[in-house]
């Protein structure tokens, strides 16, 4: 495309940009042990303190990859439904699963989290998994969410999952997300992804379906995983027995905060809600 001449307006001074920055804060996660592992650090005195966040820093648009099963649909409807607990408005974006079905998955969640059901009519739940057009044509499902948030003056939105706007066309990926993502900022929303891992990716790294794309478009990245205990190593290490399933989590990045970047054991309780566990082995934070 030819160039149309110096786009004036694209330019500010950095003491100008940041003065339209909005203020750091925490959103609460709704996911157990997850808040406190986000923080800033502030200088008083030239000296650095560490201050909890807690939780998602506000307007950030979080990535949670990881293979099936591994919690991530978990983690977004857990989020949805602590939101609309605070009483702030959601949009989530069914994907994969109709949203029937979906409501019944909240449902559950908004009882083993002990959330009073009128929460539920804070969630605008838009279905893509039955109406091919939202998954296929980003306008359409641009302009449908543009509907959703007057409904519940939504500030957050959940899409679950990602990978299924771009299935059989990962090479768009890449414009597709980031459409997205100038989309939360323009409208300043929290946002919650999740997306899909190939087979052949490595359990615990960032990347997945469409390859780093995600994750580097996005401003924090969730890595949730599972292994097999499948030596007497493993089971000394992780203090699980030969056979019995391990889940992990790990925070990759977060560009709009300071993080915790250790493993950390990751539950999903016999509730059926995930929780974040202490970090594997121990240690001191890093």
Same mark, same amino acid.
């Given at each position: 495309?030819?160039?149309?001449?110096?786009?004036?307006?694209?330019?500010?001074?950095?003491?100008?940009?940041?003065?339209?920055?909005?203020?750091?804060?925490?959103?609460?996660?709704?996911?157990?042990?997850?808040?406190?592992?986000?923080?800033?650090?502030?200088?008083?005195?030239?000296?650095?303190?560490?201050?909890?966040?807690?939780?998602?820093?506000?307007?950030?648009?979080?990535?949670?990859?990881?293979?099936?099963? @591994?919690?991530?649909?978990?983690?977004?409807?857990?989020?949805?439904? /602590?939101? +609309? #607990?605070? =009483?702030?408005? $959601?949009?989530? &974006?069914?994907?994969?699963?109709?949203?029937?079905?979906?409501?019944?998955?909240?449902?559950?969640?908004?009882?083993?989290?002990?959330?009073?059901?009128?929460?539920?009519?804070?969630?605008?739940?838009?279905?893509?998994?039955?109406?091919?057009?939202?998954?296929?044509?980003?306008?359409?499902?641009?302009?449908?969410?543009?509907?959703?948030?007057?409904?519940?003056?939504?500030?957050?939105?959940?899409?679950?999952?990602?990978?299924?706007?771009?299935?059989?066309?990962?090479?768009?990926?890449?414009?597709?997300?980031?459409?997205?993502?100038?989309?939360?900022?323009?409208?300043?929303?929290?946002?919650?992804? @999740?997306?899909?891992?190939?087979?052949?990716?490595?359990?615990?790294? /960032?990347? +997945? #379906?469409? =390859?780093?794309? $995600?994750?580097? &478009?996005?401003?924090?990245?969730?890595?949730?995983?599972?292994?097999?205990?499948?030596?007497?190593?493993?089971?000394?290490?992780?203090?699980?027995?030969?056979?019995?399933?391990?889940?992990?989590?790990?925070?990759?990045?977060?560009?709009?905060?300071?993080?915790?970047?250790?493993?950390?054991?990751?539950?999903?309780?016999?509730?059926?809600?995930?929780?974040?566990?202490?970090?594997?082995?121990?240690?001191?934070?890093?």
């Amino acid at each position: 495309m030819a160039g149309t001449g110096p786009r004036l307006e694209a330019l500010s001074l950095a003491s100008e940009a940041a003065e339209r920055a909005p203020k750091l804060e925490g959103v609460p996660t709704g996911v157990p042990g997850l808040d406190e592992l986000f923080f800033v650090t502030e200088f008083k005195g030239n000296k650095p303190r560490v201050r909890p966040l807690p939780g998602f820093p506000r307007y950030a648009a979080v990535h949670v990859t990881g293979v099936s099963d @591994t919690g991530k649909s978990l983690l977004a409807e857990q989020f949805a439904l /602590a939101q +609309a #607990a605070r =009483g702030e408005g $959601v949009i989530f &974006v069914t994907v994969e699963v109709p949203s029937a079905f979906v409501s019944v998955g909240l449902e559950q969640r908004r009882q083993a989290m002990g959330i009073e059901r009128d929460a539920l009519d804070r969630i605008v739940l838009v279905d893509a998994a039955r109406h091919a057009e939202l998954r296929e044509d980003l306008p359409t499902l641009l302009s449908t969410l543009d509907v959703a948030l007057g409904k519940v003056e939504a500030r957050h939105l959940v899409v679950d999952s990602l990978t299924g706007l771009y299935e059989a066309k990962e090479i768009a990926a890449r414009q597709i997300v980031r459409r997205i993502y100038a989309y939360t900022k323009d409208r300043a929303l929290t946002a919650v992804f @999740t997306s899909q891992k190939r087979s052949g990716h490595e359990e615990l790294s /960032a990347e +997945a #379906a469409g =390859g780093f794309v $995600v994750s580097h &478009v996005m401003d924090v990245t969730l890595v949730l995983a599972k292994k097999l205990v499948m030596s007497t190593a493993q089971a000394r290490i992780w203090k699980k027995p030969i056979g019995e399933l391990v889940r992990f989590f790990r925070i990759d990045g977060s560009r709009m905060s300071g993080h915790d970047a250790r493993t950390h054991f990751l539950e999903i309780t016999p509730e059926g809600l995930l929780v974040v566990g202490p970090p594997v082995g121990g240690g001191e934070e890093t």
